[in-house]
């Protein structure tokens, strides 16, 4: 008997919890049913990104042997380690010294470019016809192929532009390079994107290259 009465006791404080529940709703809902909830705006993906900006403040790189000068915007940074690198060790010279590499990143637009600079060595001074010709043969070597698609004769020096890619594969990197001739130790100038990236460092590429130049000795 004394449990069932319990079970009456709990059932009846539970119906009025469900009561003064329903009650509160009702109060709440007529108070405010005239209101509707804020709307919310999701941010786009761009939004959260960081915004990519174009910088007037430019860097110097000087050659070692201080023969070689080549300016680049600072937001250009330099870094030893990158995915270029991989491709570099198989592809470039091996008589050679990398003597800087830099990358950019633009966020945004989800591109990505490599800038390098070489120092080749011949057993004899050549020009760069010839400089470009030896770039060529030693990429049939490897698994990756040198396709020149544009040449620009400039003086001594030949800029010149190139598909860099991998046999059998249909992805490519779009190379734009300076040759600057000094003796038996030319130089190489090189910008390297992703094919489908080059169009947005296209102005800045060329800037790079074409103050790439060999620093006049003073005559002793």
């Not at 009465?5 to 007529?30: G, N, P, S």
């Not at 008589?95 to 490599?114: C, P």
């Not at 001074?125 to 010709?133: G, P, S, V």
Request: aromatic share 12%.
């Amino acid at each position: 008997m004394k449990f069932d009465k319990f079970l009456l006791v709990l059932a009846v404080f539970f119906l009025l919890l469900i009561f003064t529940a329903y009650w509160q709703f009702r109060t709440f809902k007529t108070s405010f049913g005239n209101i509707s909830a804020p709307k919310m705006e999701i941010p786009s993906v761009d939004s959260l990104l960081p915004q990519d900006q174009t910088t007037t403040t430019r860097n110097e790189f000087i050659s070692p042997d201080g023969k070689l000068k080549v300016r680049y915007p600072a937001d250009w940074q330099p870094t030893e380690n990158n995915i270029f690198s991989q491709i570099t060790s198989q592809t470039l010279k091996k008589e050679s010294t990398i003597l800087f590499y830099g990358q950019k990143s633009k966020l945004q637009q989800l591109s990505v470019a490599f800038l390098f600079i070489q120092q080749l060595s011949f057993n004899e001074e050549k020009t760069a016809d010839q400089i470009l010709e030896s770039l060529k043969e030693d990429a049939t070597k490897t698994t990756y192929r040198l396709e020149i698609i544009k040449l620009e004769p400039t003086g001594e020096n030949a800029v010149f532009a190139a598909n860099y890619k991998k046999e059998g594969g249909t992805e490519f990197f779009y190379m734009k390079a300076k040759i600057i001739p000094s003796a038996k130790n030319p130089f190489l100038v090189s910008i390297l994107t992703p094919g489908k990236d080059w169009p947005s460092f296209e102005t800045e590429a060329n800037e790079i290259l074409n103050s790439a130049k060999l620093v006049e000795q003073p005559v002793i």
